[in-house]
């Protein structure tokens, strides 16, 4: 929701003056004294759900968020930058050396417990709370969402999480608490996803149909695709239930089947999804919101001066390459055309970069297909002038989409000073991406393909995280769940046919011909059911999903991150264990807090 940042500790100040022929003695009622009977209160009730809301930009969008969803999958490895910083927190999280230190372990787990202890007060007080039982009940559906989502998130990571935060199962607590309520883990697992459940499902029933056209206050649309998720997550775990597969069906297939009730729809170009200025379009049910620009609202800092660590959008830079250090072709060897960093381009900080798998497998038919072009960026407009050159106007470079197209270009049109003074870099010459690591090539150092879907231009200054709402859920993501649900359940004809919507979107680009976008369909549609297995849908997910920090959950929840990740990624291949880091683990400042002696049977296993 818009503007979610006001909190719920009031201060009233009495300034009293004192006239000359006064005679009266001056009483003092202090009103600067904060109680939990504020929750009570219509104001204080409403407050403390805005602050639900804006818990969540720690857990979308910043570094270490970014990082733990995707770093050390099969899509994302480590780029330059970190590869520099051997035994950071970035490093360990890219090649599973990590250990229960780490910053993007503590900032979801310290950031979780409070706003899930307000969720808790909030439910406890609402039945003293002075408003209309209706307005009531749509912000008992928003909290109790947002509970959900908290514990989900770190079901998904950690595993067992307390419900007892020291007052018993869900209740509000207000006092020191040094024991940790996480044991028998299996038991305790099981009640969590219960809860989950029980929270989203209350959700789908007393949210509104649909979310305003221009915010996203929760709706049922966020409701049934969370309750699909996860469904579909606990029946591949330990607690599944033998109707947890029908029920992630029945939950995807009520938005699927009733679009225009909750007011969604796929668009129609995928590369709009994701486009600046788009970002309330209706294929998006959640996203978490920021105020555009104002660092202070938005609790990063102002101006803000560090990585991570705040509720900035970091993912608007986590992703780029070095598009700086990106020099022309021999005969204008001495200019760098995009030398100066961009608002568009963002900050190369170079955390993460693309899996060879990613670019060659994955995304292999990019011209069929648009959702590679639609979540990466392929050309840079120059940003200085010189050499050849007119900054925000000439091209600065390309990235070429495969190695013949970067031969073809650069064949057929001489490199002159103003036939073509811009470069066409072949993947084989990307970093990591092409086989090289080499940063002494003054050519392409430390390029590669970046991630697009975060950048933003209206941030105001290159090195500024982004402020852009961050995508959460989205309805090609609710197609994919139901295609899995339904290949589980022996329809897989059924699941072809969603994987394939979604395919048609993806021949579709702005300006083709209705033929045309036929004959690229065609070329990339299944035409087998038995080609539905679960490695495929895991692959169509990456297609859509690319670098939206839900990797990590969505291979770990189905047991594929160990063998995606030896086969596909070199930085984790040798670190990756089995019966280890399906989990991350229960963070060291955590257990340093318990009472008990006996810390590790606390901990997940390996650490």
Same mark, same amino acid.
Not at 432 to 440: A, L
Not at 461 to 485: D, H, I, Q, W
Not at 514 to 532: H, S
């Given at each position: ?88 927190d970035l490093y360990t999280l890219c090649d599973y050396s990590m250990d229960n230190t780490s910053g993007a372990i503590l900032t979801p787990w310290n950031r979780s417990f409070n706003n899930i202890n307000l969720a808790n007060g909030l439910v406890e007080y609402a039945k003293d709370v002075a408003i209309p039982d209706a307005a009531k009940n749509t912000l008992l559906g928003e909290i109790r969402f947002l509970r959900g989502l908290y514990y989900f998130n770190l079901v998904q990571y950690f595993g067992a999480v307390p419900l007892d935060l020291g007052s018993g199962d869900l209740k509000f607590n207000q ?102 200025? @788009? ?65 568009q381009y963002g900050r190369p900080i170079r955390r993460m970069c693309p899996t060879p798998w990613l670019f060659n497998v994955a995304f292999a038919d990019k011209f069929n297909d648009s959702r590679y072009e639609g979540s990466f960026r392929t050309v840079y407009i120059a940003s200085v002038t010189g050499g050849g050159f007119t900054a925000n106007t000439d091209t600065g470079f390309v990235m070429a989409l495969s190695n013949r197209i970067a031969d073809s270009l650069n064949g057929i049109v001489p490199a002159g000073p103003r036939l073509k003074p811009y470069r066409v870099i072949a993947p084989r010459e ?69 994987? @394939? ?107």
């Amino acid at each position: 929701m818009k503007s979610r940042n006001k909190f719920f500790i009031v201060a009233l100040t009495a300034l009293v003056m004192l006239l000359p022929r006064c005679s009266k003695k001056l009483e003092e009622q202090p009103y600067t004294v904060f109680t939990v009977d504020y929750f009570k209160t219509p104001s204080g009730f409403q407050n403390g759900v805005y602050a639900l809301y804006s818990g969540m930009r720690f857990l979308y969008g910043p570094e270490g968020a970014v990082n733990i969803g995707c770093a050390g999958t099969d899509e994302w490895s480590m780029g330059g930058e970190v590869r520099r910083q051997v035994g950071s927190d970035l490093y360990t999280l890219c090649d599973y050396s990590m250990d229960n230190t780490s910053g993007a372990i503590l900032t979801p787990w310290n950031r979780s417990f409070n706003n899930i202890n307000l969720a808790n007060g909030l439910v406890e007080y609402a039945k003293d709370v002075a408003i209309p039982d209706a307005a009531k009940n749509t912000l008992l559906g928003e909290i109790r969402f947002l509970r959900g989502l908290y514990y989900f998130n770190l079901v998904q990571y950690f595993g067992a999480v307390p419900l007892d935060l020291g007052s018993g199962d869900l209740k509000f607590n207000q006092k020191p608490f040094q024991g940790f309520n996480r044991l028998p883990t299996a038991e305790i697992f099981v009640k969590d996803y219960q809860l989950i459940l029980e929270d989203f499902t209350f959700a789908t029933q007393n949210l509104p149909d649909k979310r305003p056209a221009d915010a996203f206050k929760l709706s049922k649309s966020a409701a049934f695709h969370m309750l699909a998720k996860a469904y579909l997550h606990r029946s591949y775990s330990a607690a599944k239930q033998p109707t947890d597969t029908k029920s992630a069906y029945d939950a995807a297939m009520e938005l699927i089947n009733n679009q225009a009730k909750y007011g969604v729809a796929l668009q129609a170009n995928y590369a709009d999804v994701h486009k600046p200025n @788009n970002d309330y379009n209706s294929e998006i049910l959640l996203s978490i919101e920021r105020i555009p620009g104002n660092f202070a609202a938005d609790e990063v800092g102002d101006p803000p001066n560090t990585i991570g660590g705040g509720k900035g959008v970091d993912a608007a830079n986590d992703f780029c390459g070095d598009y700086t250090s990106v020099r022309s072709p021999t005969i204008q060897s001495g200019t760098k055309p995009v030398n100066t960093r961009t608002v568009q381009y963002g900050r190369p900080i170079r955390r993460m970069c693309p899996t060879p798998w990613l670019f060659n497998v994955a995304f292999a038919d990019k011209f069929n297909d648009s959702r590679y072009e639609g979540s990466f960026r392929t050309v840079y407009i120059a940003s200085v002038t010189g050499g050849g050159f007119t900054a925000n106007t000439d091209t600065g470079f390309v990235m070429a989409l495969s190695n013949r197209i970067a031969d073809s270009l650069n064949g057929i049109v001489p490199a002159g000073p103003r036939l073509k003074p811009y470069r066409v870099i072949a993947p084989r010459e990307f970093y990591f991406v092409g086989g090289s690591v080499d940063q002494s090539d003054l050519v392409t150092s430390n390029m590669y393909p970046s991630l697009s879907k975060y950048e933003d231009p209206g941030k105001g200054l290159a090195n500024n995280p982004g402020s852009r709402p961050f995508v959460v859920a989205k309805l090609s993501e609710t197609y994919l769940m139901a295609a899995e649900a339904g290949m589980i359940l022996n329809n897989k004809a059924q699941a072809m046919d969603f994987i @394939n919507i979604l395919k048609l979107r993806a021949a579709y680009r702005p300006g083709l011909a209705p033929a045309e976008v036929t004959n690229r369909y065609n070329v990339i549609k299944l035409t087998d059911a038995n080609q539905v297995t679960l490695d495929y849908i895991l692959d169509e997910r990456t297609r859509e999903l690319c670098g939206e920090s839900i990797r990590w959950p969505d291979l770990a929840a189905r047991g594929k991150l160990i063998e995606r990740a030896k086969l596909y990624n070199t930085d984790a291949a040798p670190k990756i264990t089995a019966n280890k880091h399906e989990l991350r683990p229960i963070p060291r400042e955590q257990l340093d807090r318990v009472t008990d002696a006996d810390k590790g049977k606390y901990q997940n296993p390996g650490y």
